[in-house]
């Protein structure tokens, strides 16, 4: 099983500031990394797909790349709505897709 | 428009079973893989398996074999996922999500499961 690992668990940012999450596979998968948003009472919400292409709808303030084990999520300029928790998926491992444990983005 | 919509929130006593379902509309059902996610109350989310609704090729996560069952009835475009005898630890809720080569654009709305005596 490959193994998901994001950093920090909890990041906290003011509003119009840059975020950058982290997420890193025990193994490579190559480009086959999802970034989703949650919000409280929500399901998930695909953001990236392919490490670094935006999903239909999703603002150009997020961004993704990497490639192999390190990858990474950046919001430009953080907007109210963006606090939420994030989440990686390697979908690599066909079919034993995995999840990082999230991140929790926050107000600071 | 793409949809999938689960079955409602379900309470139920250790030890009864359970099948709860996922229908999807608006796209050819039989194209696409359905994957089952669980999160548990405060928890992130977790892959239990994936169904092919077209021949019902089914895979699942070494956690879940055995403790899940994951089925598909294509003339109705219905996913499902079932347990035979429930437990306190399975409370949580439980998405589907559509599959492709480009992420799970597509979730139900989740469907809660409450297991309490």
């Known amino acids: 099983e490959i193994v998901m690992t994001q950093s920090p668990a909890t990041l906290s940012v003011s509003p119009g500031e840059r975020a950058t999450l982290s997420c890193r596979a025990s193994?490579?998968?190559?480009?086959?990394l999802a970034w989703y948003q949650q919000k409280a009472g929500q399901a998930p919400r695909l953001l990236i797909f392919?490490?670094?292409t935006r999903a239909t709808g999703i603002p150009d303030r997020f961004g993704g790349s990497g490639f192999g084990t390190e990858f990474t999520l950046t919001i430009s300029s953080l907007q109210s709505e963006d606090f939420a928790v994030y989440y990686c998926?390697?979908?690599?491992?066909?079919?034993?897709?995995?999840f990082g444990q999230g991140t929790k983005l926050e107000i600071k | 428009e793409v949809q999938l919509v689960q079955s409602g929130a379900e309470v139920k006593k250790p030890g009864e079973s359970l099948k709860i379902s996922c229908k999807g509309s608006?796209?050819?059902?039989?194209?696409?893989?359905i994957g089952w996610v669980r999160q548990m109350p405060g928890k992130g989310l977790e892959w239990l398996g994936i169904?092919?609704?077209?021949?019902?090729?089914?895979r699942y996560s070494p956690s879940f074999r055995g403790q899940v069952t994951i089925s598909a009835d294509k003339s109705i475009n219905t996913a499902y996922l079932q347990w035979s005898s429930l437990k306190a630890s399975d409370t949580a809720m439980y998405y589907c999500?559509?599959?492709?080569?480009?992420?799970?654009?597509?979730w139900g709305q989740g469907t809660l499961v409450t297991v309490s005596s």
């Open positions: 999500a559509r599959h492709s080569s480009e992420g799970d654009a597509y």
């Open positions: 608006g796209y050819d059902f039989t194209r696409y893989w």
């Open positions: 169904i092919y609704p077209s021949d019902s090729d089914t």
């Open positions: 193994q490579s998968v190559r480009s086959d």
């Open positions: 392919g490490a670094s």
């Open positions: 998926q390697q979908y690599n491992n066909w079919p034993m897709y995995t």
